[in-house]
């Protein structure tokens, strides 16, 4: 593989407020929809010879108009779905927040295994066996993989040779793209292009304490 470039899915309607995990039939809200589309105008200059996607239908929805935009089909790669939350799936993150584990998942996430569910080190683990069989698979060509945030960023520090324990550092923001090419040694060429500056403004305020200050930032 020449360049691997990494997509994270458009917004659904429990982008950061809940834990989506493995849940069936949450599909892309009206903006995610718009997102993947600004994504597949914002790869039109670049050519593709494969898109694949998390078997999650955020990112067989996002992936779809890629790999539409490109007149390729979309194929699946099992390696590359979310993290398996177990317990987890589906609560809220201001709820997570409160658990012991959440501290051991923000500071040391190589330590982390989520109850009744895997360990982030598995899915990094599992992940990069993916990537490497597509590395194989497309000698010399430039792959798309549409998957999730947490996932993008264990891709990331394992190419990189950064410490999984880093994985926080690293930001992925929906419809992003991280890209990283092969060469005597992987390297970095883009991480987390949204395609504009927004995500450099600072959030918008719910709400400002007495005084004056602001609102905390939920996580």
């Known amino acids: 593989m020449r360049l691997l ?6 917004v659904t ?34 050519p593709l010879d494969a898109v694949y996607a998390s078997p999650l239908e955020r990112c067989q929805e996002t992936a ?15 390696g590359v779905i979310e993290v398996g ?16 584990l959440w501290k051991v998942v923000q500071a040391t996430p190589s330590a982390a295994r989520f109850p009744d569910g895997e360990s ?8 990069v066996q993916a990537v490497e069989r597509l590395r194989e698979a497309h000698p010399k060509q430039t792959v798309a993989v549409c998957s ?13 040779g950064m410490h999984l ?26 991480l987390n292009d949204t395609g504009g500056n927004a ?5 918008k305020r719910a709400r400002r304490r007495k005084r004056g200050e602001a609102a905390g930032a939920q996580p």
């Not at 177990?86 to 012991?100: I, S």
């Not at 982030?120 to 992940?127: G, P, V």
């Open 148 to 160: 999730h945030a947490d996932v993008i960023k264990a891709l990331s520090c394992h190419y990189l």
């Open 13 to 46: 309607e429990h982008t950061g407020a809940r834990l989506s995990g493995w849940m069936p039939g949450l599909h892309l809200s009206e903006e995610g929809r718009r997102q993947a589309d600004g994504l597949a105008e914002r790869l039109g200059p670049v």
């Open 120 to 127: 982030i080190f598995e899915m990094q683990a599992r992940s």
């Open 85 to 100: 939350y177990g317990d987890w799936t589906g609560r809220t993150l201001k709820e997570l927040a409160r658990e012991p």
């Open 64 to 78: 779809a108009a890629v790999a539409e935009a490109k007149g390729l089909k979309l194929q699946t790669l099992e």
């Open 5 to 10: 470039l990494l997509l994270r899915h458009a």
């Open 165 to 190: 324990d880093l994985l926080q550092r690293v930001v992925v923001s929906p419809a992003s793209v991280t890209a990283i090419a092969f060469g005597p040694v992987p390297y970095l060429v883009r």
């Open 199 to 203: 995500d450099l403004a600072p959030p």
